[in-house]
């Protein structure tokens, strides 16, 4: 289905078990910064937080993964998986 309602700075993709969102840059550091920066929109957006208290819970649940380093361009992608978030007790929540 197409989302036109949602505005995407990126490649993303919702698996059955975790949000993934992908950078591509010059370096590996742009391109983390890039799917790290796409996963906080998500955060932001499916979890009503904040950005900064998505980036505080992001630094615990999201991981990093070098997804190219072919043809001069290096790609990454963060990776939220839904039991991460399962886990820890959101801001403004109990329980």
Do not use: C
Not at 5 to 11: Q, S, V, Y
Not at 21 to 43: I, K, P, R, W, Y
């Amino acid at each position: 289905m197409v989302r036109r309602d949602l505005k995407i700075a990126g490649p993303r993709a919702r698996t059955p078990e975790a949000w993934v969102t992908m950078g591509f840059g010059e370096t590996l550091d742009s391109a983390a910064a890039g799917a790290m920066g796409s996963m906080l929109d998500v955060m932001t957006e499916a979890y009503s937080l904040d950005r900064a208290h998505a980036l505080a819970l992001a630094s615990a649940t999201v991981s990093l993964r070098v997804t190219q380093v072919v043809n001069g361009v290096r790609g990454v992608h963060a990776v939220l998986r839904d039991v991460a978030i399962e886990r820890r007790t959101l801001p403004g929540s109990f329980g």
